[in-house]
T-cell receptor
């Protein structure tokens, strides 16, 4: 069955520290991979996406993600977090045969001052 | 920037009421989606539409219907609201490239059914 797993429901990181949010997927076709962020009281905003090519992709707000096919992973990273990064982060997977994405349950990022 | 506007930020309705959630996008996107967001469950697709008057069921269509009479507007209808439909509802739109096209979301409608 197709699925996306974000193993961490919550992550707490000190401001200025590095961040890695995990995403693992199970998907039959070659996937499109996305990370979205939801700030409190807001809708979701696209951070970055991977379709093909260079497996390290850069996104907005200083985020990057690395696609590792052998590990079926697409982890999100940021070298130094800011208090404004406190939000919920969602990983999603799709392909070009349909309109639907498979979503992870989300990881809530808490920033310690 | 694409703007997706949901008509209400908060709604409180009674069990059995018919409820309309409205969504408008201003970028001529072909695709529009209604999601439901519950803690720990991520986003679950209720319905989507890839063209005017076209609609497709998502993962959890039961108890919901949709209407897309104009390209920019996509309405979600709860025919007879129930307490288990208390949730955050998110509308999104995208261009016509199926799942390859990024989604643009509204700010959500938090619906409480009492």
């Amino acid at each position: 069955a197709q699925s996306v797993t974000q193993p961490d429901i919550h992550i707490t990181v000190s401001e200025g520290a590095s961040l890695e949010l995990r995403c693992n997927y199970s998907y039959g076709a070659t996937p499109y991979l996305f990370w979205y962020v939801q700030s409190p009281g807001q809708g979701l905003q696209l951070l970055l996406k991977y379709f093909s090519g260079d497996t390290l992709v850069q996104g907005i707000k200083g985020f990057e993600a690395e696609f590792k096919r052998s590990q079926s992973s697409f982890n999100l990273r940021k070298p130094s977090v800011h208090w404004s990064d406190a939000a919920e982060y969602f990983c999603a997977v799709g392909d070009d045969s349909n309109y639907q994405l498979i979503w992870g349950a989300g990881t809530k990022l808490i920033i310690k001052p | 920037d694409v703007k997706v506007t949901q008509s209400s930020r908060y709604l409180v309705k009674r069990t059995g009421e018919k409820v309309f959630l409205e969504c408008v996008q201003d970028m001529d996107h072909e695709n529009m989606f209604w999601y439901r967001q519950d803690p720990g469950l991520g986003l679950r697709l209720i319905y989507f539409s890839y063209d005017v008057k076209m609609k497709e069921k998502g993962d959890i269509p039961e108890g919901y219907s949709v209407s897309r009479e104009k390209k920019e507007r996509f309405s979600l209808i709860l025919e007879s609201a129930s307490t288990n439909q208390t949730s955050m509802y998110l509308c999104a739109s995208s261009l016509g490239d199926r799942a390859a096209s990024p989604l643009h979301f509204g700010n959500g409608t938090r619906l409480t059914v009492t």
